[in-house]
């Protein structure tokens, strides 16, 4: 079973920046997405961006221009660098892989942006 963990989640002001990383415990391969989701109090767990080598990066509307999704695959590795954070970005940011045709999920990173 693949084990995602992650970290750089904190407490920023609005305007902040944050960059979070998730490890996994094994290698993923270059042509498997890999992303980013959160989930904010009282709403659904929304994808934020993703990334598989050779594609252009997804991102969901609201933090486009904003967010930068990548990865290091030698280290099995991908970021979601945050610029210029809202209020409406605080949430628990989870990673994700889905290898061997099952999804894995981070532990979740918390993120608040407030003064």
């Known amino acids: 079973q693949v084990q995602l963990v992650e970290s750089g989640g904190g407490l920023v002001p609005p305007g902040g920046s944050l960059t979070l990383s998730c490890t996994a415990s094994?290698?993923?391969?270059?042509?498997?997405?890999m992303g980013w989701y959160r989930q904010a109090p009282g709403k659904q767990r929304e994808l934020v961006a993703r990334?598989?080598?050779?594609?252009?990066?997804d991102y969901i509307d609201s933090v486009m221009g904003r967010f930068t999704i990548s990865r290091d695959n030698a280290k099995n590795t991908v970021y979601l660098e945050m610029n210029r954070l809202k209020p409406e970005d605080t949430a628990v940011y989870y990673c994700n892989v889905r290898n061997g045709g099952i999804n894995y999920w981070g532990q979740g990173t918390q993120v608040t942006v407030s003064s």
């Open positions: 094994e290698t993923i391969f270059s042509s498997i997405p």
């Open positions: 990334i598989r080598s050779g594609r252009d990066p």
